[in-house]
Nanobody, 128 residues
Framework: QVQLVESGGGLVQAGGSLRLSCTASGPTTSNLAMAWFRQAPGKEREFVAA????????RYADSVKGRFSISRDNAKNTVYLQMNSLKPEDTAVYYC?????????????????????WGQGTQVTVSS
């Protein structure tokens, strides 16, 4: 089982930036694809971005393409989400997720069901 801890959330004005971090720990932190999801009040949890273990494969939701960037540092067991040009509609609790994929260059999926390990979430609030 992998433990995931997110950090970096907060309150920012529209147009601003934040960087979220998620650090994995436990006996099986290697070869993990990782992702970010978010959940706004009254809405379902939705996919934001994902990255394969070797980092060459990334995927983004259409709503964040060109504004958000996912990256990772495997030496630190950490994945990052750089969020620029934030909008009020980006307000949500952001969750980190992880799971093994078929290949080190793969992502297991873009749905919540594709990931078995989850963090506790970090709140991001964008004011207008």
């Amino acid at each position: 089982q992998v433990q995931l801890v997110e950090s970096g959330g907060g309150l920012v004005q529209a147009g601003g930036s934040l960087r979220l971090s998620c650090t994995a720990s436990g006996p099986t932190t290697s070869n993990l694809a990782m992702a970010w999801f978010r959940q706004a009040p009254g809405k379902e949890r939705e996919f934001v971005a994902a990255i394969s273990w070797i980092g060459e494969n990334t995927r983004y939701a259409d709503s964040v393409k060109g504004r958000f960037s996912i990256s990772r540092d495997n030496a630190k067991n950490t994945v990052y989400l750089q969020m620029n040009s934030l909008k009020p509609e980006d307000t949500a609790v952001y969750y980190c997720a992880a799971d093994r994929a078929f290949r080190q260059s793969s992502i297991p999926g873009l749905t919540t069901g594709a990931f078995r390990s989850w963090g506790q979430g970090t709140q991001v609030t964008v004011s207008s």
